[in-house]
T-cell receptor
Framework: RKEVEQDPGPFNVPEGATVAFNCTYS??????FFWYRQDCRKEPKLLMS???SGNEDGRFTAQLNRASQYISLLIRDSKLSDSATYLCVVKSSGSARQLTFGSGTQLTVLP | NAGVMQNPRHLVRRRGQEARLRCSPM?????VYWYRQLPEEGLKFMVY????????ESGMPKERFSAEFPKEGPSILRIQQVVRGDSAAYFC????????????FGQGTRLTVV
C-alpha cells in the first residue's frame, strides 16, 4: 500500500463547478498535512496547510479526518486558472520528517 | 527574501559524466529536501538534510548518488557516471529549523543525459 494515495483523475469540470479531491495516508503517526499544486513542468507550490479543525482559504476548503486517515480538498467556483495537478502531502513525525507526496490528481477546468 | 534557488535550471550531460545540482534554501531555513520527478510521474523523495547532517537518505539510490549540505554554501546533489535513466527534474525544497512547517520548492533542475 502506498503511503499517500490519491485518485489520479483526470477531473475535467466546467468553470464554476465545485470539485473535491480525496487523499488517504497509511502512517497513523503522521503529523502535518498539506495540499500543493503543480503546474505542468513547474515546481510544486504550497496551496494550504490542513488542520484538524478544517480550514478555508477563499474558494478552497481543506479537511482532515485523523481517525480515518483521510484528507480532502474542496474547490468551489472553479476557475480556468485552477487547472493543475493537486498533490496531497504528509509529513511524518519524529526525527526523519520527510515530506511524502501523493501521485497527484489532475484537474482541468473547461470554459 | 529570496526563495529557494536552484542552479542550473537545465543541465545536459553525456553518459558517464558527473552532474552537480545546487540548492540554496530560503533565508532562515536549515532543512533541505531533494526530490526527483521522472516525466509523467510523481515526486519521489530522495534525501533530507540538515546543515552538515544527512537525516534521511532512504530514497537515494545506493550507487552513484550523494548529497551534502555543508555549513557554508548550498546543498549539492551529485550524480556520478550518469545514465539515460537519470534524466528527470530534480527539485529541492527547504523548511525552517526543526523541520516543522511548510516546505517551499525551488524551480528545479532539469537534467538531460544524452
Amino acid at each position: 500500500r502506498k503511503e499517500v494515495e490519491q485518485d489520479p483523475g483526470p477531473f475535467n469540470v466546467p468553470e464554476g463547478a465545485t470539485v473535491a479531491f480525496n487523499c488517504t495516508y497509511s502512517n497513523s503517526a503522521s503529523q502535518s498535512f498539506f495540499w500543493y499544486r503543480q503546474d505542468c513542468r513547474k515546481e510544486p507550490k504550497l496551496l494550504m496547510s490542513v488542520y484538524s479543525s478544517g480550514n478555508e482559504d477563499g474558494r478552497f476548503t481543506a479537511q482532515l479526518n485523523r481517525a480515518s486517515q483521510y484528507i480532502s480538498l474542496l474547490i468551489r467556483d472553479s476557475k480556468l486558472s485552477d487547472s493543475a495537478t493537486y498533490l496531497c502531502v504528509v509529513k511524518s513525525s519524529g526525527s526523519a520528517r520527510q515530506l511524502t507526496f501523493g501521485s497527484g490528481t489532475q484537474l482541468t477546468v473547461l470554459p | 527574501n529570496a526563495g529557494v534557488m536552484q542552479n542550473p535550471r537545465h543541465l545536459v550531460r553525456r553518459r558517464g559524466q558527473e552532474a552537480r545540482l545546487r540548492c540554496s534554501p530560503m533565508k532562515g531555513h536549515s532543512h533541505v529536501y531533494w526530490y526527483r520527478q521522472l516525466p509523467e510521474e510523481g515526486l519521489k523523495f530522495m534525501v533530507y538534510l540538515q546543515k552538515e547532517n544527512i537525516i534521511d537518505e532512504s530514497g537515494m539510490p545506493k550507487e552513484r548518488f550523494s548529497a551534502e549540505f555543508p555549513k557554508e554554501g548550498p546543498s549539492i546533489l551529485r550524480i556520478q557516471q550518469v545514465v539515460r535513466g537519470d534524466s528527470a527534474a530534480y527539485f529541492c525544497a527547504s523548511s525552517p529549523f526543526g523541520g516543522d512547517g511548510e516546505a517551499f520548492f525551488g524551480q528545479g533542475t532539469r537534467l538531460t543525459v544524452v
